[in-house]
């Protein structure tokens, strides 16, 4: 029988009234049962149907529109798999991704009506009524839900309800409940075809072990996909619906096997299979896979070296309101396997994942006009298990530790930005220097440098060997810190100066209203991977562009949902930039990262700089070429505490500096990346401009 068309049909309550009360009568039962229950029926149907039709008026839309919570899959930039994202196992597919096996395995066994009926099933419908008013059996038997009405309910119980309430009204089993169903069904049906609302129950129901929907349930019981669904599987699934665990084939296999040859028989008996076709199906054997379970979801079973990538990914698209896990979103992502690859080699390389210290890297593409990042990783696994050197801490990302004399970098731009010096200025190096403008809390504001140098040198050399007082110095020329924290922000301290001080308020203000002088030789907890886009800033010429890690998003529907991503921004001019590029170009030639580099082979033009913490409780570096710009950062992991190298760990007195092991990660990841491209350095350590 073919669907009536939305404007003919009667689906008002006044419609659906005589619609039950012609099936009451037309049902098998004794006339006198009839005669005692058909009355109150009538009487009270009209009132239950006009409830039912207001209920269903407030749910109709919602039933149509909302879909259930699928998987996400999250790749990297090439388009392979990275990461499943779920809080239910669940791979929507449409009527063309599912068996014909599949629609008539179900159809047989659940509602051999549909696709005559409506949405309702009239004699079904009534079977249930009668037995429920006679002997006070379910709604739900009797054949009394069609495959719609299932869908509806199933619909409002698993994807509308959201309180307890909710879910029990959902569930009652009363008329009234049942003829909400009834509405809502022959709303369904007017406007979806056939085919869509097989699909959808097909992709709303449960098959146990962790799968919803067929397309998860063919991938986890046979190791396939819900087009490729032979006979005797479909039969299989179509017979766990109802029952997933009494029928479970690996706990239950009689019973399934039972089960399954009872779908075979309805198929025969509808016509779906000849006698032969289902002789040959009972014959085959379940066919299962040995241990069947849902694969494992979330960043933590991310692909080697890309759980702290994606988790960043899931962070940022929960902040523009996607639910990643519920949401059936496709996420292809900017991460570059080689850089992730590498960049975790050289960190495990480099530190150990049991020696209390955790070394984290971050690549972004210098570009112009967007800036990707290529890798997130460290020495460390994103997950819970400490014991095996897993970490929930988002440390590629977060500020966690203080940078060091990486932030002498945004002093000398402050200071290049007010014309207050050029690379060529000669700056006074004494052993010790006290502040003429700022203090520390009311005391002299005093620092030394690290080891001897020289007692004058350029601003460029300055950058390469990393004495701190001229640095303060040159602070006070300033006079204030608001304009190296101003420059810091601007060049890419973006997360970092916006994370919350100890007071709760941005760290930017805390800086700023202590006028903490410190602020330049870097104690701060700094981000990674805003470190490596302060390099890239710098690279770029001056722009500054926000960090990307999404190319885009598409929801289950094929349409892209792709969170919008800010304009790039002049961060410095271009002359102030070049100035610190070229500032910044000797640091690896014959500064704090020459053994480094030169450990490395390197022989490329680039920028750098290290940083050390005070007792080396964390150090970095940061660099840069056309091609790649990075950030490496080394800290003690749980609290605060020295570090130390040869081998790296925590100790009691440390001596670890950014030109040990975090400039040594960055040349080891970068050197395989640039062999055979770019310019490279002369003999006598001048270099080429790139």
């Known amino acids: 029988m073919g669907r009536p068309d939305a404007e003919d049909s009667d689906h008002s309550g006044a419609g659906l009234l005589p619609l039950l009360l ?59 798999p990275m990461a499943l994202l779920y809080r239910r196992y669940r791979l929507p597919v449409g009527p063309e991704g599912i068996a014909d096996a599949m629609k008539d395995a179900i159809v047989a066994i659940e509602d051999r009506r549909f696709y005559e009926h409506d949405g309702v099933d009239p004699r079904g419908l009534a079977r249930a009524v009668a037995s429920n008013a006679s002997q006070g059996t379910p709604l739900e038997g009797q054949g009394a839900s069609t495959i719609t009405m299932q869908y509806v309910k199933n619909q409002r119980l698993y994807v509308l309800a959201d309180t307890p309430q909710e879910r029990r009204a959902a569930t ?122 849902v694969p494992d979801g979330g960043c933590a079973a991310a692909r080697q070296g890309t759980g702290f990538f994606c988790q960043e990914v899931v962070d940022r698209l929960a902040a523009a309101g996607l639910d990643v896990a519920a949401g059936g979103y496709t996420i292809r992502t900017t991460l570059d396997p080689r850089v992730t690859a590498r960049a975790r080699e050289a960190a495990e390389d480099a530190v150990d994942e049991d020696s209390g210290v955790a070394e984290a890297v971050a690549v972004v593409a210098p570009e112009s006009d967007r800036r990707p990042v290529l890798a997130l990783a460290a020495n460390r696994t994103h997950g819970a298990d400490a014991a095996a050197g897993e970490t929930l801490l988002p440390i590629t990302t977060a500020p966690l530790r203080g940078a060091g004399s990486v932030y002498k970098i945004f002093t ?55 004495p701190n007082t001229p640095f303060v110095a040159l602070l006070d020329r300033l006079g204030s810190v608001d304009p190296v924290v101003d420059v810091a922000r601007r060049l890419g301290l973006r997360a970092t100066l916006a994370a919350p001080a100890p007071d709760g308020r941005p760290r930017s203000e805390w800086v700023r209203d202590a006028e903490q002088a410190s602020f330049t030789l870097g104690p701060d907890p700094t981000s990674p991977l805003d470190l490596a886009n302060v390099a890239a800033t710098i690279t770029a010429g001056g722009t500054w562009c926000p960090t990307t890690l999404v190319t885009q998003v598409t929801d289950r529907a094929g349409r892209d949902v792709t969170p919008p991503t800010p304009a790039c921004e002049r961060a410095v001019s271009p002359g102030v930039a070049s100035q610190l590029r070229e500032g910044l170009s000797e640091d690896h030639v014959d500064g704090t990262a020459e053994d480094a580099a030169d450990d490395a082979g390197w022989g490329r033009s680039m920028i750098g700089k290290t940083g050390t913490t005070q007792r080396s409780t964390s150090a970095a570096f940061v660099g840069a070429t056309d091609r790649y710009a990075g950030a490496v950062m080394a800290f003690s992991l749980d609290e605060p505490a020295p570090v130390c190298v040869d081998p790296v760990r925590t100790c009691s007195d440390g001596d670890l500096t950014g030109g040990s092991a975090p400039a040594e990660t960055w040349f080891d990841l970068m050197t395989p990346l640039h062999r055979g491209s770019g310019a490279t350095a002369d003999d006598d350590g001048d270099q080429d401009e790139d």
């Not at 149907?45 to 839309?61: E, Q």
């Not at 731009?413 to 007010?418: G, N």
């Not at 700022?438 to 001897?452: M, P, R």
């Open 172 to 293: 009652a089993d009363t008329l009234g409940r049942k003829l909400t169903e009834v509405r809502l069904a022959q709303r369904v049906e007017d406007r979806l075809g056939k085919d869509a609302i097989l699909a959808r129950y097909l992709d709303l129901v449960y098959f146990g072990r962790g799968a919803y929907g067929v397309e998860a349930a063919a991938r986890t019981w046979f190791g396939t996909t819900a087009d490729a669904l032979t006979v005797p599987q479909a039969a299989l699934l179509a017979g766990m619906v109802r029952a997933p665990g009494n029928y479970d084939p690996i706990d239950e296999p009689e019973a399934a096997r039972a089960r399954r040859d009872q779908v075979l028989a309805a198929m025969t008996e509808v016509g779906s299979l000849t006698p032969a076709e289902a002789e040959a199906a009972r014959a085959a054997p379940l066919g299962v896979v040995p241990d069947p379970a």
């Open 22 to 80: 012609r099936a009451l009568a037309a049902t098998a039962v004794a006339g006198a049962l009839v005669a005692a229950f058909l009355a109150p029926i009538a009487v009270g149907a009209g009132t239950l149907m006009t409830r039912a039709t207001t209920s269903a008026g407030a749910a109709g839309a919602d039933i149509l529109d909302a879909r259930p919570a699928a998987a996400t899959v999250m790749t990297d930039a090439t388009g392979e």
């Open 412 to 466: 000398a731009a402050a200071a290049l930005e007010q014309g207050l010096v050029t690379l060529d200025s000669e700056l006074d190096v004494p052993d010790s220097y006290t502040s003429t403008a700022f203090d520390d809390a009311g005391e002299d504001y005093t620092v030394e440098n690290l080891g001897s140098a020289d007692d004058e040198m350029t601003l460029q050399r300055a950058l390469a060997e990393s």
